[in-house]
């Protein structure tokens, strides 16, 4: 007989973290759950963590403090932490949370479906896995080879591993044939691509396989790392009429010196000169980059250097956090130099600068029209994205969800665009 009980996913950080919640999700559903709409309701309950800043792990642990009085009232729900906050602090955690049931790694669920398939309740068959959303994730490997003195991720997650070509792309279908129409590869660095699978293939020839998927309508990937970009990825993304336009490429500072205590093996006239060669064989390309303000030393003229490559650079969009330290990182020897409210202030800066850029160059789309994937309806506006990753609001039609609509932008503003269907 089939399961008839209840789940609840509660996500915080990265997509890999949405990714590896909505396989969990998937396979819950396969065996017969169902969502509940709050923890208290739910047979499963599942945190997906995340502890890349202080405050994302306090999160997690504030998240999980509160399931306590659940599991009292209801000891048979079973209750599951993912993510980076279970890794070499297992054991801590086990003596902190005594009533968590399960402390799953970083994208390996696998115990919890073993559970569920051992547990007493019945038998089951696995049915046919539930619709996949409109935009997927797929990831295309886990971990990282890297070693910036920052990152705790790497100590979650060990070190990459790879997929192989023939997985990704039967899987890639299967998302398609569940209702995908667009697909975004994940991994901490895909630049790095298969370098530790047989016959070393790369990110061009897993976007050339994934290419070609029947009814696929968009393929992205995310995130890259500018010192392992080549030639060769940039020259695909041109080439391949289903790849959208758009690259994320942290670059973290403008300062060669903040990027030498950083571990990041670049320089900022090579993250420079990759842009322009991205911007070369791709003119219409937009960009997105990640900023750390605040790292350990960053003293103001430091800061400044940032500003102006962020200016420079002109980036379709920037994400900026302040740094936070994190246990058993490299950076965490080094002296965390910088007031917590100077690193606001650095933050509030470079997000002021880049709102303005931001305006800058949407303005440049109002009057032109644009295809967009409709993703969904918010209130009586359809909401979507352009192949260069830009949220687009239109109003008019019926069931074009997971449809290409060209729209004819009327306002632009610096996060997103108004339209109506040309």
């Known amino acids: 007989m089939s399961r008839t009980g209840t789940y609840y996913i509660w996500t915080i950080g990265c997509q890999m973290n949405v990714a590896d919640s909505r396989t969990v999700m998937d396979q819950l559903e396969a065996r ?140 890639a279908a ?41 009814g696929l309508c968009r393929l992205r990937f995310l995130t890259s790392h500018p010192s392992d970009m080549q030639q060769r990825l940039i020259e695909t993304v041109a080439r391949l009429p289903r790849v959208c336009e758009h690259i994320e490429i942290p670059v973290q500072t403008g300062s060669d010196a903040v990027l030498r205590r950083m571990g990041r093996q670049y320089s900022v006239a090579h993250y420079l000169e990759l842009i322009e060669r991205i911007r070369a064989a791709i003119p219409s ?50 002296e965390d130099d910088v007031l917590p409210a100077e690193k606001e202030a650095r933050r509030k800066d470079l997000e002021e600068l880049q709102t303005r850029i931001a305006a800058e160059v949407n303005a440049g789309l109002r009057g032109r029209t644009v295809e967009v994937l409709v993703e969904e309806k918010q209130r009586d506006r359809w909401r979507g994205r352009t192949r260069h990753n830009k949220i687009v609001f239109f109003e008019g039609g019926n069931d074009l969800a997971g449809q290409l609509v060209d729209v004819h932008i009327t306002w632009a503003g610096p996060w997103s665009l108004i339209g109506t269907r040309a």
Do not use: W
Not at 73 to 86: E, F
Not at 192 to 204: E, H, I, K, N, W
Not at 302 to 312: A, M, Y
């Open 174 to 214: 299967d998302l398609v044939r569940r209702g995908a129409r667009e697909i975004t590869l994940l991994g901490q660095n895909v630049d790095v691509y298969g370098s530790d699978l047989p016959g070393r293939p790369d990110l061009a020839d897993l976007l050339e396989a994934v290419h070609d998927v029947d």
């Open 285 to 334: 390309v937009s960009l997105g980059t990640d900023v750390i303000v605040g790292f350990c030393g960053e003293t103001h003229e430091e800061h400044q250097l940032t500003r102006e490559l962020v200016e420079r650079a002109h980036f379709d969009v920037v994400h900026i956090a302040a740094y936070s330290v994190r246990a058993g990182t490299p950076a965490a020897q080094l």
């Open 32 to 171: 017969g759950y169902r969502p509940a709409s709050t923890p208290a309701e739910a047979d499963v309950i599942l945190l997906n963590t995340c502890v890349v800043r202080e405050s994302a792990e306090n999160r997690a642990i504030g998240r999980l403090s509160s399931l306590r009085p659940i599991k009292t009232r209801r000891p048979a729900a079973i209750l599951a932490v993912m993510g980076c906050l279970v890794g070499d602090t297992e054991r801590e955690l086990r003596a902190r949370f005594p009533y968590v049931d399960l402390f799953l790694k970083p994208s390996r669920p696998e115990p919890l479906f073993d559970l569920l398939d051992s547990a007493p309740s019945g038998t089951h068959a696995l049915g046919g896995l539930p619709q996949s959303p409109i935009t997927a994730y797929l990831p295309i490997s886990y971990g990282c080879d890297h070693h910036c003195t920052y990152c705790i991720v790497r100590l979650r997650r060990g070190r990459q591993v790879s997929r192989p070509i023939d997985e990704l792309k039967a899987e």
